[in-house]
């Protein structure tokens, strides 16, 4: 069929519709704006844009050329179909499909306009609205048109039974009348539907926004790292530039050193050869006066040549490279952009020690006042557990720090405000409004505040945590840094004191504080 080819012609690749404000692409294929723009927005990620129908690639994202006659020729083609479009009833007379205006149902049969005009004007033929099944429009037991509806047995009726048949005597109506009443309780309930439908669109519109700001911020953050590597790039080779200047430099240097000494000890050599030759030639002189005028003057020189230390001695002190120089320099470059990257990152990275004074007699502290280790060795008692806080607090800004459980035991890790109970059952973590914690053990892992909490799904063969506080926004964060690195859980809240990170400890396990 010509109209069904035409169709075909008219439909976007992407959603097999008619075209909706169709763009086209340089390379001539045409699509709905919305559909190529989903599509191109899914290629960003991996920074190649390509046509989703001949796969021709573009360097940048392609800009789309609205088709203003392809978008006329749809909306022609649609207003000259409506018949078509709605019912899909044809003229049974015609050779090529026509749109039906009304069915027979004595014939059973569609007609034209056309046609039409030449069917019997008898009432016996009964014309309805067009339909491709006219049998289920005629009673089935009388071979008469339906024209009444029976409420009592939901069933649709001719005259006949009306009369005589099986519903005589039944309250019926006409089926104009019966279909208005419907219509009336359809009406209705689509008014109940349309506040539902509104909110719907409400949320759908939430969440697209939602989306096209996720969008939007994803594409920014890839800008953002993908400047921030090149910046790191470029401070590397300053980094390896300083570094092998140093090297350089050194050995410029001790190489210049060491061939002037070279230089001094050829030329000593050259004398003491010449001094050797003489004394081979005093050897076998035959006149005794010459020989012991000579000789004297020999021995006299020889005594000078043992001042002159040629022996290269003088270079000892420079006789290889500064590795800690090197070392330093390459140690201070790196801290330098590791400076910079949390800088622009916006974190801070502390340097947390834990406060003895408030660990628990059994708490064990190391030197380094990094790691808590459950024992019985100390004698305080600051907390009712095995718990311990850290010397400074955060009050503001953007931190992280890393933490690793030695997998024994098990062990608390989190943060509480120093007015936090030290005697009882609310002196733990766990069960009060001071304290946000995550905990671990063999048997699983979870987080709690206020005796309310969840169960995680934690690989605990992985057991370094990273954890990062924002305290102006109120957000605790945990992740585990295996790879990828996962996130855990985030506890919101209104910072209202001191945060000290708290740990709490069992059964002999150990918690390190990673600088």
Not at 151 to 171: E, M, R
Not at 173 to 187: G, M, Q, T
Not at 325 to 331: D, E, G, P, R, V
């Amino acid at each position: 069929m010509a109209s069904a080819d035409l169709r075909a012609e008219l439909d976007c690749s992407i959603c097999l519709s008619l075209y909706t404000d169709p763009v086209s692409l340089r390379c001539g294929h045409y699509f709905c704006r919305s559909c190529i723009v989903s599509a191109l927005d899914a290629q960003e990620a991996a920074g190649v844009y390509s046509c989703p129908d001949c796969r021709a690639e573009y360097p940048g994202r392609p800009a789309l050329e609205k088709n203003r006659k392809l978008g006329n020729i749809v909306e022609r083609f649609l207003s000259t179909q409506p018949d078509m479009e709605e019912t899909g009833i044809f003229c049974t007379y015609c050779d090529s499909p026509v749109p039906a205006v009304r069915t027979c149902l004595q014939c059973e049969a569609s007609f034209c306009e056309k046609h039409l005009s030449r069917h019997s004007k008898s009432s016996e033929h009964t014309l309805v609205e067009p339909t491709a099944t006219p049998k289920e429009s005629k009673c089935s037991k009388h071979k008469e048109a339906l024209k009444y509806y029976c409420p009592i047995d939901a069933a649709f009726i001719c005259a006949s039974c009306c009369v005589a048949g099986d519903h005589k005597g039944h309250d019926v109506e006409l089926l104009d009348v019966a279909s208005e009443k419907e219509k009336e309780k359809l009406r209705k309930y689509l008014k109940e539907l349309n506040p539902q439908k509104a909110n719907i669109k409400a949320k759908l519109l939430n969440l697209q926004d939602r989306q096209r700001n996720i969008r939007e911020k994803a594409s920014d953050k890839r800008k953002n790292v993908r400047k921030l590597f090149m910046d790191i790039k470029e401070q590397l080779e300053i980094a390896e530039k300083k570094a092998l200047s140093e090297i350089s430099r050194q050995e410029e240097k001790i190489v210049s050193q060491i061939s002037d000494l070279i230089k001094k000890l050829e030329i000593e050599e050259d004398e003491l050869s010449r001094k050797m030759r003489h004394v081979e030639e005093m050897c076998h002189v035959t006149d005794p006066i010459r020989l012991l005028r000579e000789s004297d003057i020999t021995v006299c020189g020889h005594g000078d040549d043992e001042d002159t230390g040629g022996d290269g001695g003088e270079g000892r002190s420079e006789d290889g490279l500064d590795e800690v120089l090197i070392s330093l320099t390459l140690h201070r470059s790196m801290r330098d952009i590791v400076t910079n990257v949390t800088s622009e990152l916006g974190l801070h990275v502390p340097d947390i020690l834990l406060d003895e004074d408030t660990a628990n007699r059994y708490l064990k502290i190391s030197e380094d006042l990094k790691t808590a280790t459950r024992t019985k060795s100390k004698p305080r008692m600051f907390f009712y557990y095995a718990k311990v806080l850290s010397r400074c607090g955060f009050s503001s800004g953007r931190h992280y720090w890393e933490v690793e459980w030695d997998q024994k035991g098990k062990c608390d890790i989190g943060m509480s405000y120093p007015s936090i109970k030290r005697e009882g059952w609310q002196s733990c973590n766990m069960y009060n409004d001071k304290s946000w914690c995550l905990y671990m053990s063999g048997a699983g892992c979870g987080v709690r505040h206020h005796s309310v909490g969840s169960l995680l799904s934690v690989d605990t063969t992985c057991p370094r945590l990273g954890v990062f506080l924002d305290y102006e926004a109120g957000r605790l964060s945990f992740y585990q840094l295996c790879d990828p690195i996962r996130h855990l859980h985030t506890f919101t809240a209104s910072f209202s004191e001191l945060l000290h990170v708290a740990f709490c400890v069992e059964d002999e396990a150990s918690v390190r504080i990673i600088s």
